[in-house]
């Protein structure tokens, strides 16, 4: 699924399955996520300022250039992050730390 530049400003979701979904340059700002599984996706450059999350999954999520001024982030699970430019994974971070 290719939802790259797509804005979701203020935007609600709720148990959205966005695995593997291209999500780069998505400007999630403001957004509200419940439950939602991100894993594989490529959200490189994404703008989650001031977003919120909660119960979401970002394993194996390309996070390369993300803002994240502002989030809130409660009741998650750590998971390995891609912080590779490229997102090939040769570089992989914990999310939570």
């Not at 439950?35 to 989650?48: H, S, T, V």
């Not at 891609?82 to 730390?97: N, P, Q, R, T």
């Amino acid at each position: 699924m290719n939802l790259s530049k797509t804005s979701f400003r203020r935007s609600v979701f709720n148990g959205a399955r966005l695995r593997e979904a291209k999500l780069t340059e998505a400007v999630l700002a403001s957004a509200t996520c419940i439950g939602i599984n991100f894993k594989l996706a490529d959200m490189r450059y994404a703008d989650f300022s001031n977003a919120k999350f909660s119960k979401v999954n970002f394993e194996g999520t390309k996070m390369y250039g993300t803002k994240w001024e502002g989030t809130e982030i409660t009741d998650i699970m750590d998971a390995m992050v891609d912080i590779s430019v490229d997102g090939d994974g040769s570089e992989m971070a914990s999310f939570l730390e």
